[in-house]
DNA sequence: GAAACGAACGAACGGTCGTGCTATTTATTG
DNA sequence: CAATAAATAGCACGACCGTTCGTTCGTTTC
């Protein structure tokens, strides 16, 4: 039988494998994530580590959920103390593009979804959960805007949040391949004219 | 000695090889293509697939090139039949998009942007020429357009490229993650805006 | 103090990985 | 047809993979 976690103790350490996991998992991938390694980064021994969890499956799930938990709360929580509109909507993207300043050896959420996106099994259905909720968290606050009048009433939020979201993709790519500054600036541009084209 | 290929014969299984080795890294990505799995596929053993090419590596980047042929033929050839201009740039996007409906398995060029985006070495190089020159050819297409006075004179074409490939990236991502029919239509939707907001 | 429990270890399993070597078969050429 | 070169097979290697197992060491509970 797996240990599976009941002491402080045990969560503890368990948080720790997490954590060293999820640095491990920006750079490689939740793919390139082996026990083997993630032992030695740690300081256990395999089977320690492994006992942890039930599978390597279950550890890479457990990342990715801690993953979705760290964007979340270095996102989303920040603009959720703006007040709803307009404001609360750049707060979302510019901690959305801080979030791919600030994490450019590599980004386990976005990593994951082309890893897992034409595959099956339960990390695919969690990555399109997690991406899933965030869509519909940057729908809502588009929605909140066109309420307080600072959108124009026939906004489509679906669309827009699509939009939206091909301008960090574009930004995440261009961050890591070319100029990051560059990036930066040009999705900053983009955005500025999205909300004005929307504008009431 | 690594034969490397010379006659006729040993270029025309190397070309087999690299043909199923990309419908394999399209699924699996560069990093989940392995010689046992693909001398497998091609009915060949581990050693005779090795030997047409000095190294994994090796192996990597001549199916990377010749993803980046497959994509340059099936989306910017048929666009540079269209006559500059605005009909060009619509071609190049609508080949593009094409291109994302019909690669649904995965696309080989956006995996490998993921898998390389970070890290150093030969592969990362080569996703960065492939992709830049993408992005200039698109951006070549722009300025043709501005020049066919079908766009405003003061249209920054690194910048509409960037905002572009976003649309794409998210078309992409939805295609793969959601409803593909509704992404390409959302797609569509923003490059027609996007367009719009560009006419002269 | 004995018994039970959680945590971690170390060794080993069967596989697969990329990569060398050495034959052997096959194709091309004189 | 023979000679030569190229293409492929066979085999073995060391390394690493995820996983299982039995065991040990503290801590907690009775």
Redesign the pocket.
């Known amino acids: 039988m797996s240990?599976?976690?009941?002491?402080s103790?045990?969560?503890a350490?368990?948080e720790l494998i997490i954590e060293r996991a999820y640095a491990i998992a920006c750079r490689d991938g939740l793919e390139g994530?082996?026990?083997?390694?993630l032992?030695q980064a740690v300081?256990?021994?395999?089977?320690?580590?492994?006992?942890?969890f039930?599978?390597?499956?279950d550890?890479q799930l457990a990342v990715l959920e801690s993953g979705g938990r760290r964007f979340g709360e270095a996102v989303l929580v920040p603009a959720l103390r703006k007040p709803r509109g307009l404001a609360r909507l750049r707060a979302i993207t510019k901690g959305w593009f801080d979030w791919v300043r600030d994490n450019r050896q590599g980004c386990l959420i976005m990593g994951a979804v082309s890893e897992y996106d034409s595959r099956v099994g339960s990390l695919h259905d969690a990555v399109v959960a997690l991406i899933q909720r965030w869509r519909n968290d940057t729908a809502r606050a588009v929605v909140m805007a066109v309420e307080a009048g600072e959108l124009r009433a026939d906004t489509d939020a679906k669309q827009l949040s699509f939009e939206i979201f091909g301008i960090a993709l574009a930004l995440h790519q261009d961050t890591r391949l070319f100029d990051a500054k560059q990036a930066r600036a040009q999705a900053e541009r983009a955005f500025d004219r999205l909300l004005k084209s929307h504008s009431p």
């Open positions: 240990n599976l976690t009941a002491t103790k045990g969560a350490t368990r994530l082996s026990i083997g390694d032992a300081g256990m021994s395999k089977s320690g580590v492994f006992a942890h039930g599978s390597r499956e550890l």
